[in-house]
C-alpha cells in the first residue's frame, strides 16, 4: 500500500470524528470529490493484515449508523468485498481472522433487521392482480383470466412477506452465516442504483470466486486464492444474480455475463431451481437486446420506435381469433335455431385435419389435441399400439354436457356465454378430427358405435358411465346431461344426416366465419367426412367415447400424460 | 364545425369520410359540393389537396429513420390544390389552419423542413382548438406537433450547435402530438363504437382496425425514444407512464404491450427500491438513474383537453418497483398471450415466431419479477399459461419444470422434466434435477434410478455432471436398501450404492458430498473404522458440513466412545446452534455420559431455542396453497404423522389442555393443506413435529429415571399436537410398560401398529410384552418380522433369542443372542439413517 493511499484514508479516518452532528449531510455530499479515496479504501479491505483495516471498517460502521443516506451508501458500496474478504478468511480456515470485517457485517445486518421503533422489520410487497383495477388497466377490458386454484384462492391484492423477521445475530455461525449474507445483499441490492462501476465489478468478482473456487472452472478462470469449495445457499445465489443482473445492463456486461455464467455453473452443480430459473431467464431476456456497451451511455436501455399495428398476420389463428371464431360460429347457431326446422339446419363443422401417413409422434399428437380442444370440442387423437392415426369423432354435447367447466379451462379466455349457450341449444357443433389415411377400420368402429348407440351398451361401458357420473356429480348440470343423453344422440344422427343432404350449407357458413387456414383444411375434411358418412351411413355416427376427463384432471393431463406413448395408448387402449 | 354550422348532409359525410380515413370518397362528394354552392371551392381545393397527400402517404408509407426525399406527381397536385386553397384566403379560419398544417406536412414529405416550419409558424399550433374539434381535426393536429418535431430535429441535425431550449422544444412538441394523439383515438374510438350502433342493420364497412400512420406513431413514441437517448430515465419512464396511464384503444393495444414491457425491463433492470418513484408521486429532483449531463429542465405544459386516464376508488398503484413491474407484465402477458398464433401450419411459422418471441420476453422478466421475491407458486401458474407457445420450445419447457420444482409441485415437475429430457436429452442437469425430486419427498425410487442411470449413461458427455450421477445412483440404491424387507436384497443394493459412492467419489475427488455418503453407507452395514476414515476425509474437503460432524459423532457412540461423540456435538453446536438433530442426538448421550438431569436441561434448552426460532416465524409467510393434485400426494405421504399448522397462535409452547388440542386437530386438518407449502424445503422437520420430538426426547428421559408420571406429561404435551402419531403410541405403551401395566402398553403398541405398520420399536416391544404375557409363539412371529424389517437392531435380536430360549430352542437363540452381541458392538446411540440422503 502506497503512502499517499495511507495518507488519504488517515484523513478520512480523522476528519469524520471531528465532524460536526450539522456538518454531516453536507460532509456525505463532499465524499464523492475524493476521487482517491475509494480506491484507497478498497485497498485496505483487500489487504487482511493492514493496521487501518480496524479503524475503517469502525468508521465504515459508523456511516451507516447515522442514519444518512448517503453515507449508509458509501459504506455499502464496499459490501461485495467486504462480505467476500469474509469468505475467502472463513473458507480458509485460516488462524488469522478477520474480527473487525464480521463484526461491521454483522453490525450493518442488526440494524437494517429493525425498523426505527426497534421492531423486527418484515420486508413484503402487493402482488398485483389483474382482476383488480389499477392505474394502468381496467380489468374487463383483459377478458376472463384463467380460473387456476391460485388466481381464485389469491382474488384481489395479497401481500406477501419476502424477507423477515430476522433475528439479532451476535456472532456468525456455520449455520447464520449465509442467512446474514443473504440478507446484505438483500440490503445491497435495494441501493443498486447508487453503486458506482467498481462496486459493481466487486459483485461480479465476488459472485464468480465463490461460485467456482475448488471446481474444475476455477482453472478456467485462471483464479488462484482459495481452492476448497465454499459451500452457498439458493437464496444467497439469488441475490448475487439480482445484483448481477443490474450490473449486466449498467456498464459491466463482460464482468457481468462471466459471473452470470458461473453462478449458473454451479446452480446446476447444486441442482437449484431458483437460481437456474432466474438465471435461464435473464440470459434469455439478454439475448435479445444487444448486449455491446454503447459509447455514449453505460445503460443498454434501448428503446427505439416500434410499429404499433400487430406484426402477426390476420388470418394467423392465434388465441384472440379463435374467441372471435367462436362468438361468430354462435351467432350463425342462433340462426339456425330461429329456422322453422332446428334440427335440420346447416350444422357448422369445424375440423382439424392430421399429418397424414407420417406417425404421430408424442409432441405432435399433443398439439392436435390442444388444437382442437381449443376449438370448443374435447375431440381425442390418439395412436392405437400400431402408430397408426384412429380416426375418432367425438360429438361433444353427447358426453361433455355435463361440465361446461371443462370447456371454460381448456380456452381460458372464452366467454362463458358462449359455452352456456350452446348447452343450452344443444345444436352441437361437430369436431372431427380426422387423417386423411381413411382406413378400413373406420367401417368397424362406426359398427361398434352403432351397438352402443342403440343401447346394448356393455357393462362395461355402464361402469364407466357410472364413473362418469360419479365424477361429475359434483357439477350442476350434470342430471341434465345424463338425462338427455338419449335424445340428442337422436339428434346427432338426425344432424349427420341432414349435413349429408346439404353438405354445402355448413360449409358456406363455416367458410365465411373460418379463416383462410381452416376453411382450406375444411375442405380436405368435408372430403373425407363425405366418405365416411357414405361409408357408414346407416349409422353415421362413430362411437362416442366417453370423456374420461375430469374437469381437473384434464389439466393436468393436457400436458403431462401426453408426454409418453404408453400413456397414450394406456388410456385408450379399452376402446381401440 | 362546417357541418354543424350549415347542417348539410354532404358536410356531415365528407367530416366523416376524414375521420375514417375514406379519401376515395372525397373527390365525388367535393363534386356534390360544389355543385351546390359555388363559394366552397376553396374548401374543395383543401379537400382534394388533404386526399391527394393522404393517398400518397397510403401507398408510400413514410418510414422511421429515412427521410422521405422524393417529389412524385401526386405530390406536385397536392401542392396545387393546397396553395390554390391558401393563396385566395376566402377560408373560415379553422380550414385555414388546416390547409397551413397540411402544407406544413406536405413539405415535410417532400423534405423542405424550413418551408414546412414557416407553414407551421403560420398557425399557432397551441391556438387550434381541442375541445369540441371534429375528430380528424384532433389527428391531424396531433400530426402537426408531429411533423414540427421532425422538422426542427432535422434542423438541429444539419446545423449542430443544438441548444438546450432547441431540444426541449422538440421534446415538447412530441410530448404534445402523443397526448393529442391519444386523445383522439379515444375519440374515434367512441365515434366508431356509436357509428356501430346505429348503423348495425345495415352491413357498413367492415370495422377495418385503425392503424396509426408514420406521423402518429412518432408522435407517440419519440419524446421517450429522445428522453432514453439523451440517458434521461426519470423522463422517459414519466412518458411511458403517462401514455399506460391513459385508457386503453384498439390501436393503441399493440403500443401499450411494447411500453409496458419496456417499462417493466427498465424497472428491473435499472432501477433499485431506493431508487424508485411511484407512478402518482412526483419524480425525485436527482435520480442516479440519469445521466450526470443531461439537463433536468423539463417544461410542464398544459393541454387545454387531455385523454382520459384510468380512474375510479381503490385504484391500486404500485408502491415498489417489482410491484410495478409485476404488473405491467401481467398487463402485457394478457395481450401477449392473446396473439399466441395457434396454428401450426407452415405458413404461419413465422407469425409463430413472432408471438413466441414477444411472450417469451414478458415470460422472462416475469420470471425475474417473481423470482426476486420468491413467488414460485405464482411464477409456476404464469408459466403453465405460456405452455400454449411451448410446442417443442425447450426453455419455456424447462422454466415451468424449473417454476414447479421450486414451488414444491415436485411430482408434476418430474413429468414436465421428462420432457424436457427428450426435447434436449444432452443436458445432464434435467436428469438429476428429476432425481433429485424422486429421492427427495416423492420417493419415487425405481424412476430415480432410471434418471441417475441416464446421467451415467452420458459418459463423457456429462462431463462434472457424472460424478453427480454417480452419487444420485448411489442414494438410489442406499434407499431401496433401507427399504428392501429382504436381506438379500438390501445387501445387494448396499453394495450397488457403495459401488456407485465409490466411483462418484473416484471422480470427484474435491466433493465432500460423495465422501461423506460413501461413509454413511458403510456406517449403515456397520462397517465402522472405514466409515471413520472417510468421514474424516469429508470433514477436511468441508470442515463445517453439519452431517458429517453428525455422523462423525453417531460413529464414534457406535464405538462406545460417547465422551468423544458429545465433543464432537458440541462443537458442531457451536456452529450449528439451532440444529434440533444435533440436539436430540446431545439428550441421547448426556443420558448416558452426564445422567438424565443433563439431558433435561438440553430439552429445556431445546425448548427455548424453539420458542426463539418459530415465535417469530409471521403468519403472513404461509404462502399460497399449492395445487389439489401435489397437496394430495403429500397427504399421502404424511399420513403416518399428520402436519400440524396454525402459526398464528400467539402462545406456541405453551400448555394446552387437551379439549384445545382436540379442537385445535381438527381445524388443523382443515387447514392442512394450506401449510404443506410453507414448509422450509430443505429445512428442518416441521416446526410442530420438531416440537412434538422435544416432548417425546424428554418423556424418554423421564423413562430413563423411572419417572413413569413426568413421562406421562411430557408425552400428553406431544400428544395434544399429534394425537395420532405412532411416536407418541409408543411412548405411552413404554410408560405403561414402567408402570408395569402390561396389557395397556401392549394395547398402545398395537395401535402404534396400526398408524404405521413398519415402525420397528413398537413392534418389538410389542414382541417382549407378549413373550412376558407368556404367548411365545405370537412374540417370535412379531419379533421375526421386527428383525426382517430392520436386522441390523441388536435389541430385536435379543428379544428373538430370549423367546426362542424360552421355547426351548437353543440353537436358533443362541445363533440370535451371538448376532445380537455383534450388532450391539456397533451400535450407534441413534441409527445411521436418521441422516437425511438427499441431493
Known sequence: MLAMDQGVVEEWLSEFKTLPETAISSYAASLKEKASLVPALYKVIRENYSDLLEPVCHQLFEFYRSGEARLQRFTLQFLPELVWSYLSVSAGRNPHHSGCIEALLLGIYNLEIVDKDGQSKVLSFTVPSLSKPSVYHEPSAIGSMALTEGALANHGLSRVVYSGPHLQRETFTAQNRFEVLTFLLLCYNAALSYMNSSSLQSLCQLSSRVCICGYPRQQVRRYKGINSRMIVTSEFLVQLITGIHFALCNGEPDLGSKALDDVLYRAQLELYPEVLLLGNAIKSSLRGAALKSNKEGTRSIQVEITPTSSRISRNAVTSLSIRGHRWKRHESQENSIDSPDPPLGPIPTISVTGVSGERVVNGEALRGRTEAETLGGTSELGLDPRGQEVRRQKPRDAVDLGSPEELMEISEVDEGICTQAAVKEGSPPIIVVSSTNVTPSIGKTAGKGLRRLTGSRSSKDKEREKEKEGEVSRKQSCGRAMSENLELLSLKRLTLTSSQSVPKGGALSLSRTASAAFSRSFEQVSNALGVANRASSPASNHSPKENRHSACSLQEEAYVDHLSPANVSLQLSPDV | ?839
Not at chain 2, 78 to 104: F, I, K, S
Not at chain 2, 356 to 370: F, G, K, N
Not at chain 2, 808 to 819: K, Q, R, V, Y
Open chain 2, 1 to 839: 364545425m362546417t357541418a354543424r354550422k350549415s347542417g348539410s348532409r354532404i358536410e356531415t359525410e365528407i367530416e366523416r369520410c376524414r375521420s375514417e380515413g375514406q379519401w376515395d370518397k372525397i373527390p365525388e362528394l367535393v363534386r356534390q359540393l360544389s355543385a351546390k354552392l359555388i363559394s366552397i371551392d376553396d374548401v374543395g381545393e383543401l379537400l382534394l389537396g388533404e386526399m391527394k397527400l393522404q393517398q400518397f402517404l397510403k401507398e408510400n408509407p413514410p418510414k422511421q429513420n429515412c427521410s422521405p426525399r422524393a417529389a412524385r406527381p401526386p405530390l406536385t397536385e397536392a401542392r396545387t390544390h393546397l396553395t390554390n386553397a391558401l393563396q385566395r384566403g376566402n377560408l373560415r379560419p379553422e380550414l385555414q389552419q388546416e390547409a397551413n398544417v397540411l402544407m406544413g406536412k406536405l413539405c415535410y414529405v417532400e423534405g423542405n423542413y424550413s418551408e414546412a416550419l414557416t407553414h407551421f409558424s403560420c398557425v399557432n399550433l397551441d391556438d387550434m382548438q381541442l375541445s369540441s374539434a371534429p375528430i380528424y381535426r384532433l389527428a391531424m393536429i396531433a400530426e402537426a406537433y408531429a411533423t414540427k418535431g421532425l422538422c426542427l430535429e432535422k434542423m438541429s441535425t444539419s446545423c449542430p450547435p443544438s441548444s438546450a431550449e432547441r431540444d426541449q422544444e422538440i421534446i415538447t412538441c412530441y410530448e404534445k402530438s402523443g397526448d393529442i394523439a391519444l386523445l383522439y383515438l379515444q375519440e374515434a374510438e367512441k365515434a366508431l363504437s356509436a357509428g356501430m350502433q346505429n348503423r348495425s342493420p345495415k352491413p357498413g364497412p367492415i370495422s377495418q382496425e385503425q392503424e396509426l400512420g408514420f406521423f402518429l406513431e412518432t408522435g407517440l413514441q419519440r419524446a421517450h425514444v429522445i428522453h432514453f437517448k439523451n440517458g434521461n430515465l426519470t423522463c422517459g419512464v414519466g412518458r411511458f407512464r403517462e401514455i399506460l396511464r391513459a385508457v386503453e384503444t384498439r390501436t393503441t393495444q399493440n403500443l401499450r404491450m411494447t411500453i409496458a414491457r419496456q417499462l417493466a425491463e427498465i424497472l428491473l433492470r435499472g432501477m433499485c427500491e431506493q431508487s424508485y418513484w411511484s407512478p402518482l408521486e412526483d419524480p425525485p429532483a436527482q435520480s442516479p438513474l440519469d445521466e450526470p449531463q443531461c439537463s433536468h429542465t423539463h417544461t410542464e405544459y398544459t393541454l387545454p383537453r387531455r385523454a382520459r386516464i384510468y380512474t375510479g376508488e381503490n385504484l391500486f398503484c404500485p408502491q415498489e418497483n417489482t410491484e410495478e413491474a409485476l404488473l405491467l407484465l401481467l398487463i402485457s402477458e394478457s395481450m401477449a398471450n392473446r396473439d399466441a398464433v395457434l396454428s401450426r401450419i407452415p405458413e404461419h411459422s413465422a407469425d409463430r415466431v413472432l408471438s413466441l418471441q414477444s411472450a417469451s420476453v414478458v415470460y422472462d422478466l416475469l420470471t425475474i419479477a417473481l423470482g426476486r421475491r420468491g413467488q414460485y407458486e405464482m411464477l409456476s401458474e404464469c408459466l403453465e399459461r405460456a405452455m400454449k407457445f411451448a410446442f417443442e420450445e425447450f426453455h419455456l419447457w424447462y422454466q415451468l419444470a424449473l417454476s414447479l420444482m421450486a414451488a414444491g409441485k415436485s411430482a408434476r415437475a418430474v413429468k414436465v422434466l421428462k420432457e424436457c429430457m427428450r426435447l434436449k436429452p444432452d443436458d445432464p442437469t434435467i436428469p438429476l434435477l428429476a432425481v433429485k425430486l424422486c429421492i427427495g419427498n416423492l420417493h419415487w425410487l425405481d424412476e430415480g434410478e432410471c434418471f441417475a442411470q441416464m446421467v451415467v449413461d452420458m459418459q463423457d458427455k456429462a462431463a462434472e455432471f457424472r460424478a453427480k450421477g454417480y452419487l444420485a445412483l448411489g442414494l438410489v440404491y442406499s434407499l431401496k436398501a433401507t427399504d428392501a424387507s429382504l436381506r438379500g436384497v438390501q445387501e445387494e443394493y448396499q453394495k450397488k450404492a457403495l459401488g456407485a459412492f465409490q466411483r462418484a467419489q473416484s471422480l470427484a475427488p474435491t466433493d465432500h458430498l460423495a465422501v461423506f455418503y460413501l461413509a454413511l453407507q458403510l456406517a449403515v452395514s456397520r462397517q465402522i473404522p472405514e466409515a471413520l476414515g472417510y468421514v474424516r476425509q469429508a470433514l477436511q474437503l468441508q470442515g463445517d458440513d453439519v452431517h458429517s460432524l453428525h455422523l462423525l459423532a453417531l460413529l464414534l457412540s457406535a464405538q462406545k466412545h460417547y465422551h468423544d461423540a458429545l465433543n464432537i456435538i458440541e462443537m458442531a453446536l457451536s456452529e450449528y446452534p439451532e440444529n434440533f438433530m444435533l440436539l436430540f442426538t446431545k439428550v441421547k448421550l448426556e443420558t448416558l455420559c452426564r445422567g438424565p438431569e443433563e439431558a433435561l436441561l438440553t430439552c429445556k434448552h431445546m425448548l427455548q431455542i424453539w420458542k426463539s426460532c418459530y415465535n417469530l416465524t409471521n403468519p403472513s409467510d404461509s404462502g399460497r396453497g399449492s395445487s389439489l393434485l401435489d397437496r394430495a400426494v403429500a397427504d399421502r405421504r404424511q399420513l403416518n404423522a399428520v402436519t400440524l399448522p396454525d402459526f398464528s397462535d400467539p402462545e406456541t409452547g405453551s400448555v394446552h389442555a387437551p379439549s384445545v388440542a382436540a379442537s385445535r386437530v381438527e381445524q388443523a386438518l382443515s387447514e392442512a393443506s394450506s401449510l404443506q407449502s410453507s414448509t422450509p424445503k430443505h429445512g428442518p422437520l416441521h416446526p410442530w413435529m420438531t416440537l412434538a420430538q422435544i416432548w417425546l426426547h424428554a418423556a424418554e428421559v423421564y423413562i430413563g429415571m423411572m419417572k413413569p408420571a413426568e413421562a406421562m406429561a411430557c408425552t400428553q404435551e406431544a400428544a395434544s399436537l399429534f394425537p395420532t402419531s405412532h411416536n407418541v403410541l409408543f411412548m405411552k405403551g413404554q410408560v405403561a410398560e414402567l408402570r408395569g401395566n402390561l396389557e395397556d402398553a401392549k394395547r398402545c403398541y398395537e395401535e402404534a401398529l396400526a398408524i404405521s405398520p413398519a415402525h420397528i420399536r413398537s413392534m418389538q416391544r410389542l414382541g417382549v410384552i407378549l413373550y412376558q404375557l407368556q404367548r411365545f409363539s405370537l412374540a417370535e412371529k412379531v419379533l421375526c418380522e421386527a428383525v426382517q424389517l430392520c436386522s441390523s437392531s441388536h435389541s430385536g435380536w435379543h428379544s428373538l433369542a430370549e423367546v426362542l430360549q424360552a421355547q426351548g430352542n437353543m440353537a436358533a437363540a443362541s445363533e440370535c443372542f451371538l448376532t445380537a452381541l455383534q450388532l450391539e458392538a456397533s451400535n450407534p446411540i441413534m441409527p445411521f439413517t436418521i441422516l437425511p440422503r438427499a441431493l
